[in-house]
């Protein structure tokens, strides 16, 4: 069976494009296998010849099973093709969802490798095959590391000078014989400190984030009194900014939740921080809490009569450093980590986060955590660059 000549006679132009398709093939950067539903290797390309240090004519034809891992000439590829052979994998795509992406390292060289599997189908829909595309990201995540160890290290480096003004300016504001005049200068540079220490603690907890080491620990909670309780010490912060909070949960008893729970009270700082900061004089928030109908699931809601997103915006906010330009405008100061953090936390928990907005009217933040514990991701995984 040849994968390239389905066409019984070729015509010029088929026998063209063949050509050309396999020029492509033999000039890809990225290694490409492809085998048929017994195994058998049907396609090797110059780039995974050299990745896998053998030639085509040792492999095409030959059959892998999973014992060929045993033979040191084959182990690499067996485990590609059998990805559950591999020292360490991280699926990045759902499983049974094509293309499959999956991510594996390897000791000895040290290599990572990415693999796009897409099943191959002959005219009638029936898979013959697979095709596995497989990037060398050895030398990316490299970079990638180093620039995160970066990152981690400066913010370490500034956590404890933060600190230290932080508390040198907190001794100075509550000092009563501080002159009235320098008062509104020391309160605004203890409230410059506090956000440069939050940004920082943001940054550090992006990088374990992203490396699959932020560490959770579940337990079970019931989240009205968790909600409650959390609302109370953030009662004085929206007082003093003259923003009223209330509390609307379910009447109805809702099922327990497993959660980390100062992980999210992290998400719902964020929420009400930002209620706060976005929302207009006299402004509220209203937080609630209900059992979605029909799905394991409780969902809170952060509402505020605010400033709004713009709808075309609204997607991008989670992601890394993102600010809308109507808070960009109203609110100068931010860092656009916030949310970022906040939607990997409930992503963690088996849950998700998003947003309904409208322009000067107000948002409302919905979150949603599990309450069938088995919907908890078993495992933190890195996030891919
Ligand atoms: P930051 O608030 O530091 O900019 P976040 O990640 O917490 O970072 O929020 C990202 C962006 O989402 C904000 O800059 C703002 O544009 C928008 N946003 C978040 N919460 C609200 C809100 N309650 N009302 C209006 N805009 C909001």
Known sequence: MSFFSRTPTPTPQSSGNADMLRAIIASMEDALIVYDENFVLRLINPAAERLFSISQSELLGKQLTPKE??????????????????????????????????????????????????????????????????????????????????????????RTPITNLEWSLESITEDPGLPESLKEIASGALLSAKELKSIVEDLLSITKIEEGRFGYTFED???????????????????????SVYFDPSKEELPKVRIDGQKVSMVLQNLLDNAIRYNVANGSITVGVQKQENAPFVEITVKDTGIGIPQEEAEKLFSKFYRATNAVKSVPDGSGLGLYIAKNIIQSHGGQIWVESEVNRGSTFHITLPTDPTLIPPKEVPIGV
């Open 69 to 158: 891992a045993e033979n040191p000439k084959l182990q690499r590829l067996t485990q590609i093709i059998f990805p559950t052979l591999a020292p360490a994998i991280v699926p990045r795509s759902k499983s049974g969802e094509y293309p499959q992406v999956v991510d594996l390292s390897f000791e000895d060289p040290y290599t990572e490798l990415r693999t796009i599997t897409s099943p191959i189908a002959d005219a009638t829909g029936h898979v013959t095959g697979f095709m596995k595309i497989i990037r060398d990201r050895t030398r990316e995540s490299s970079l990638m590391r180093s620039k995160t160890e970066f990152i981690t290290v400066a913010s370490h480096q500034l």
């Open 221 to 243: 909670a019931d989240i009205k009194q968790y909600l409650e309780k959390f609302l109370e010490n953030v009662l004085p912060q929206a007082k003093r900014v003259g923003i």
